[in-house]
């Protein structure tokens, strides 16, 4: 028998009243004062089916504690200069908000290499990006609109992507699974730029493996996207990969430093690596920061999930095929 949505939404809230103690804490730092919005996602990522709902959370709750993510933003990466070389490599950023207030999450697809770190270090960068979004820039957010801010846009600039991006698939599965399993539909729309003959293929094979849900969030623009995008934010908010045809990612493009939201010269980069430094100088009491990656545990990507990675190996390397002929 089937209920309402806002009666699933009362049942998960009655079980979450009567979670662990040790998962309060983790469970506090997932909603951030937004409760009610935080079940909603995890209702929504489970077809609003309350025990799979609710089996969800407390396993995103225990993945959390496990891992210690709760600590991540007191945990650096150092020195500097490897965490340059991680965001040269790793190509994220926020470029601004979207004239509802929804941050707007840039990356670079097809220019992304992770290539000069351990996989390692750039899924703790992932997660610490995660965090900061939900614990800094959500709330921010949230406040300046008057009204709970809990998703945002993400626009995925496919320029020069390459066959060669096969051997990136099991790190971006990791990634991909985290995000899935314990911060699921935190994304309002996916709009993806900047298309290869490599991108159009290779979606026409994946895409009826996705859900409807998903695919409905997915919008596969013209160039560079500029004039669609410009429908829902400024200018100012465009990534640098947007503002004019053929413009590419590019890691050092529009003067390099702040107009490119990938650098870690961006003030976006530099507030979110002074803010995880500061953080360790007041949880460690003016211990010395500690070098070394965090590890965490890789989730198993669920049987959608290992379908779809499977698919996409397999498309890339038949790709890789007709080129060699």
Known sequence: MSITNEEAIKQLRALMEDVDDSLREPYRNIHQGCPTETLIRFLKARDWNVQKAHKMLL?????????????????????????????????????????????VIAIGVGLSTYDKASVHYYVQSHIQMNEYRDRVILPSASKKQGRPICTCLKI???????LSALSQIKLMTAITTIDDLNYPEKTETYYVVNVPY??????KTIKPLLQER???????????????LLKIMDYESLPHFCRREGSGSGRHISNGTSDNCFSLDN???????????????????????????VHV????????????????????????????I
Request: net charge neutral.
């Open 267 to 293: 003030s976006f980069h530099q507030d979110l690596y002074d803010y995880v430094k500061q953080q360790a100088l007041v949880k460690g009491t003016n211990a010395p920061i500690r070098h070394g990656s």
């Open 156 to 162: 995925l600039d496919m320029s020069g992507l390459k």
């Open 214 to 228: 998903t695919k409905k969030k997915i919008q596969v623009l013209k160039g560079c996207g500029k004039d669609e």
């Open 59 to 103: 396993e995103c709750l225990e993945w959390r504690t496990q891992n210690e993510i709760d600590k991540i933003l007191t945990k650096p990466i150092v020195p500097v200069d490897l965490y340059r070389a991680i965001r040269d490599t790793q190509l994220v950023g926020v470029s601004g908000y979207s004239k509802e207030g929804l941050p």
């Open 297 to 324: 545990k890789f989730p198993e990507p669920d049987s959608e999930g290992n379908k779809i990675f499977d698919t996409l190996e397999t498309e890339f390397q038949k790709l890789g095929n007709d080129h060699k």
């Open 198 to 203: 490599i991108f159009s293929a290779c979606w």
